[in-house]
């Protein structure tokens, strides 16, 4: 078993930043893929971004990029999700995901563990 919690949420104007964190615990933290994904009001889940078990591997969903970034220190068990120039349109509740597959995964279905949420609120 693997317990995420996420924490760093929270409203911020349009075109600030916010950055997400994500702690892990239990098993071998490095044995993981890590993910995050968000769900807006009345829509569904969606892939954000994804670092492989290394952190030499990203992905990130179109409208992510150049604005988002993913990192982790797997010493520490933590996954990041640095967000800059945020629009209202990322408002969500943003969700931290692990998966055994190690490599960079943008499937909902390719992950194992998911943590609680944390909300993100961008106002105009």
């Known amino acids: 078993q693997v317990q995420l919690v996420e924490s760093g949420g929270g409203s911020v104007q349009a075109g600030g930043s916010l950055r997400l964190s994500c702690a892990a615990s239990g098993r071998t933290f490095s044995n993981y893929a890590m993910g995050w994904f968000r769900q807006a009001p009345g829509k569904e889940r969606e892939f954000v971004a994804a670092?492989?078990?290394?952190?030499?591997?990203?992905s990130y969903t179109d409208s992510g990029k150049g604005r988002f970034t993913i990192s982790r220190d797997n010493a520490k068990n933590m996954v990041y999700l640095q967000m800059n120039s945020l629009k209202p349109e990322d408002t969500a509740v943003y969700y931290c995901?692990?998966?055994?597959?190690?490599?960079?995964?943008?499937?909902?279905?390719?992950?194992?563990?998911w943590g609680q949420g944390t909300q993100v609120t961008v106002s105009s």
């Open positions: 670092i492989n078990w290394s952190g030499g591997s990203t």
């Open positions: 995901a692990a998966s055994t597959r190690i490599r960079v995964q943008a499937a909902q279905g390719a992950y194992d563990y």
